[in-house]
């Protein structure tokens, strides 16, 4: 992945199981290895990026948080499975999607809880606007799969296109958008 903070961009490499997370200045050119963990969903906030270790230890991802020159590096939060197709933090809350074996669901965790919440709704890629969740469906079959939207809670999910197979969501601004893979931008 690659994640942009101020004059900065951030990017996460692997050569076969060899992880890192790099930082490079975008004035200078200079490049700066912050850690050695698989980091994936950085978020920025002040002065720490809060990130998913996906290689933490067998079957179990890592919520960290550290400062912004990959130092003090910290736990906050384990889970078993959870890694994600997308990330969000809203106030002390974050919002993913859990990754099980079976089946994709919108999770959240507030800091300083010692368990998520599961809303059971499941979903794929993500994005949050405002207070809802707009997500792809992925069904068996792409005439059942769909573009939805939800609130925070999971609750209220409604359908807002249908017969689609989605690759990636994303936001500008107020919009939402969302690339199929017969190569159509939708909105």
Known sequence: GVWFNGDYMYYSTFI?????????????????KLCSDRCESLIFENDSIYFIDTNASPAKNVLKKMNLDGTNVQDVFTS??????????IGNTFYFVRNPLTYKTLCSYTLGESKMV???EKMFEMVIV????YYYYEASTVAN??????????????????????NDIFVDGNNV???STEGAIGT
Request: charged share 20%; glycine share 10%.
């Open 16 to 32: 076969l199981t060899n992880y890192a997370l790099f930082r490079m200045d975008m004035k200078t050119g200079e490049i700066v």
């Open 80 to 89: 078993e499975n959870m890694h994600i197709t997308g990330m969000q933090k």
């Open 118 to 120: 599961n809303t059971g």
């Open 130 to 133: 405002g207070n809802k969740v």
């Open 145 to 166: 799969s769909a573009l939805k939207r939800c609130n925070l809670d999971g609750s209220n999910a409604e359908t807002l296109v249908s017969g689609v197979q989605i």
């Open 177 to 179: 958008y969302y690339s």
